[in-house]
């Protein structure tokens, strides 16, 4: 090996292991990454590495393991400034009496901006790199995102009532088009349209949003079939069910991700699996509101892509996606009665591929693969409360917490250095955080 056929690199990265995700359910030991630019070079052994690259600067992670960053695809972002205000009651209590009149009180573009960044530094602090946000003033949070350098598909939401972004359906749409336009081909921000559910949007703006995704590409996430009372009462109003009117209006393919999914018959799933549209996951949520199970087993084999959301912090009550993994392994086997259901390798892939397949970025996320985009993490499991250490996988759905995450990289930027953060000031975000929690108390205490 002569100098001229060593290539020079940005970041080399030694790893423990390296769960790669593809090829699917390996893991490989004593591995180098090798970051040229914002892409992912090369995955190859610690010799090879020494022979091919020269880097500016290597990273050991002796005790660690490598892996894609996490794909949280279903969130409200800033309602984290919600997180703990109404717990223990049913969704349409939470939503009716609680959660809509906070709304209504606070939601502004300022609550916006921290609470998209308080929980972007906690999903960041976790092991999340890309994350999807369905929520009031999408412009700043998809500013805020960009700002930061964090991955997000921002959904603009349609609701058939007026809320503090829009009077109604046309300005939703009006707006949201301009949003579109204005954060279309950005490295960082996907925008997506975002119709609340079929109880709160009706079928004009219903069509409107498959039209406008039809002229942009813009991808479309919709609350679907998240409570046994959803489905009863359109079925009695209407004669269908929520999914069966969907796919009347041609709102179901490729471009939709379908949220909860917890009530799901032979008919959904065989409309859900013969349209392409995507399913997103979200355990936690769906256990504390009492909203159901989504058998998720069954609907991987029937082929549908089963990806993985943490919800809002306001009905979780955190944004940490290995927990939400464990809770959905668990939960998995228990509703296919099957204690294979959902494997460890199965999950750590809906929360990565899947994910990027749901975002139709698989080609450039979602795995480390050399060409991708450089977005990873590292896993410390040399804390004793893992050890010991047989399976890394395993230990990753079963045993971690999203706090052992040490590092992360970003378009093969740091973004957390030994559990730090890198972009983002906490010491400020926490005083804006507290003045938020003053007047959210003083208002609940009128």
């Known amino acids: 090996m002569t100098a001229d056929t060593i290539t020079a690199a940005d970041i080399r990265i030694n790893a423990r292991w390296v769960i790669p995700i593809e090829p699917e359910a390996t893991v490989l030991e004593h591995q180098a990454i090798i970051i040229q630019g914002n892409r992912i070079a090369a995955v190859i052994s610690r010799q090879e590495a020494d022979e091919r690259f020269r880097t ?33 009651l049913p969704l349409m209590t939470w939503l009716n009496d609680h959660i809509w009149p906070a709304e209504g ?15 972007m530094a906690e999903m960041l602090r976790t ?8 929520y009031f003033f999408p412009e700043i949070a998809a500013q805020a995102a960009h700002d930061v350098g964090m991955r997000a598909q921002i959904a603009f939401p349609l609701l058939d009532f007026p809320t503090s972004w829009g009077s109604g359906p046309d300005e939703y749409l009006s707006k949201g088009e301009a949003f579109i336009n204005s954060w279309q081909n950005d490295d960082y921000i996907t925008p997506a349209i975002g119709p609340h559910a079929p109880y709160t949007v009706s079928d004009g703006p219903m069509q409107g949003a498959i039209s406008l995704s039809a002229s942009t590409g813009a991808p479309i996430q919709i609350h679907l ?47 859900v699996a013969q349209s392409g549209a995507h399913v997103i996951h979200c355990p936690e ?5 009492a909203s159901g199970l989504c058998p998720v087993q069954q609907l991987m084999n029937s082929g549908i892509n089963v990806a993985i959301g943490t919800d809002g912090a306001a009905s979780n009550n955190d944004l940490d996606l290995f927990g939400e993994l464990r809770t959905a392994a668990m939960i998995a086997k228990v509703v296919a009665g099957d204690a294979s259901a959902l494997s460890a390798h199965q999950a750590l892939t809906m929360a990565t591929l899947n994910g990027a397949k749901a975002l139709g970025r698989d080609h450039e996320l979602g795995s480390l693969v050399s060409g991708k985009l450089a977005d990873l993490i590292a896993v410390d499991l040399s804390d004793p409360f893992l050890q010991p250490v047989y399976d890394p996988a395993s230990h990753l759905v079963y045993s971690n917490h999203g706090r052992a995450v040490s590092h992360s990289w970003i378009n093969g930027v740091p973004q957390l250095q030994d559990g730090r953060l890198t972009r983002i000031d906490v010491a400020d975000l926490m005083l804006r955080v507290n003045g938020w929690k003053e007047r959210i108390r003083q208002q609940q205490a009128k």
Request: some cysteine; overall charge negative.
């Open 105 to 119: 009180e606070f939601i502004n573009e300022d609550f916006i901006a921290d609470g998209t960044q308080l929980a």
């Open 225 to 271: 079939h998240e409570t046994e009372f959803e489905v009863a009462d359109a079925t009695e109003k209407l004669g269908q069910r929520p999914l069966a009117r969907l796919a009347d209006l041609g709102l179901l393919g490729p471009n939709t991700q379908c949220v909860h999914m917890t009530q799901v018959n032979d008919q959904d799933r065989e409309a």
């Open 56 to 88: 500016r600067e290597t990273v050991d992670l002796d005790h660690h393991v490598v892996m894609p960053g996490l794909i949280n695809l279903h969130g409200h972002a800033a309602m984290s400034l919600f997180r703990g205000m109404a717990d223990d």
């Open 285 to 289: 949520s769906n256990l504390k509101l």
């Open 127 to 134: 092991g999340t790199t890309t994350f999807s946000d369905m």
